[in-house]
């Protein structure tokens, strides 16, 4: 096996919780293993990923960061802000025009300094590839030495940081002596779940992975989290047998889009900040909590045993929906 530089960057074991008013509620226990706590500006899942991605940028010399996302991309957020702490120039390619008003995540953004081009939607998403390297190009012309992140970091080098996360819940569930049936998460650009599935697999743990899609349908997500597991088995010349991998994708929730939550998600996440003062986001984690508690109360999760939920943050986007989260309310 091949080693992989890592970085310290985030506030590691995090705390892994019971939700007691809204485990009664379900009738099963649902802990959630709380990575909204990796750090404060930092926070959420893309710091694992990120002590990985940013620290090959640093072996290889970089001196730019170029990463992309939505407007209030949480990747994005934190890459701007570790970058930023760490010395390099970050460039952030954002989906999406811009606004007035920056908030949420993007204030945090261009309050850390990053440089921020916008691009109108279809156009990001039939271009990204030829933007991104039209990005490094340039800076490359400058004599700088620029390193690329991809969406979400997830890629063969980001599954690391969520293989070993299943390491810290195994460490969590011989502490509290819970042995969960299911591992859940938000699911937006894979990364997270090939981690976690692949990551539960090496540590030999039997818990099943369920990632809840926010953007795109199963078969994508399938197709992703394969490739993104494949090329770290290369990458990295793990001893990892691919066809012992079940890569299970609920998309039934995703609901108008991208960003897009509906009443139902804001009803879940003033409910679960409420009645357990847990903040969940309408992006990411608010829709796979509304997913996950809709499938429990019809039956579409198998066995009676614990549920880990895995809480990827997302907070500071909730700001930018304040509006929305009104409107639900009526």
């Not at 994005?76 to 908030?103: M, N, S, W, Y």
């Not at 047998?241 to 139902?264: C, P, Q, T």
């Not at 508690?293 to 700001?319: Q, Y």
Request: proline residues 3%.
């Amino acid at each position: 096996m091949k080693e992989a530089p890592r970085l310290n960057l985030a506030h590691l074991p995090t705390p892994l919780q019971l939700l007691p008013s809204i485990s009664e509620q379900a009738g099963r226990n649902i802990w959630v293993k709380r990575d909204d706590l990796t750090g404060f500006s930092i926070s959420g899942n893309k710091v694992r990923k990120l002590e990985y991605s940013l620290a090959k940028a640093k072996q290889e010399g970089a001196d730019v960061v170029i990463t992309c996302g939505g407007i209030q991309s949480n990747h994005c957020r934190a890459t701007a802000i570790l970058g930023a702490k760490l010395g390099f120039k970050v460039h952030l390619l954002l989906r999406g025009d811009e606004p007035e008003q920056p908030d949420g995540n993007l204030f945090l953004d261009q309050l850390a300094g990053a440089e921020i081009s916008y691009f109108a939607k279809r156009y990001y998403q039939a271009h990204l590839d030829f933007i991104a390297e039209e990005t490094c190009e340039k800076y490359r012309r400058e004599g700088r030495k620029p390193y690329f992140i991809p969406t979400g970091a997830s890629d063969a080098v980001g599954v690391w940081g969520y293989a070993n996360a299943a390491a810290e819940l195994k460490e969590d569930f011989a502490r509290l002596e819970i042995q969960p049936e299911h591992i859940l998460c938000a699911t937006g650009s894979g990364g997270t779940q090939a981690g976690l599935t692949a990551g539960v697999v090496m540590h030999r743990m039997p818990a099943q992975v369920t990632g809840y899609a926010v953007c795109d349908d199963e078969a994508w997500f399938v197709n992703k989290v394969n490739t993104d597991i494949h090329d770290w088995i290369e990458e990295y010349e793990l001893d990892l047998d691919l066809g012992s991998l079940d890569i299970r994708v609920r998309d039934a929730y995703i609901g108008e889009g991208y960003a897009i939550a509906g009443k139902a998600v804001f009803d879940t996440i003033t409910q679960v900040f409420r009645s357990e003062a847990l903040l969940l986001d309408p992006v990411y984690s608010g829709k796979a909590f509304y997913g996950m508690l809709t499938d429990i109360s019809e039956g579409k999760i198998e066995g009676e045993g614990d549920i880990v939920f895995v809480h990827t943050g997302g907070a500071f986007g909730l700001f930018a929906q304040r509006q929305q989260w009104q409107k639900s309310m009526g």
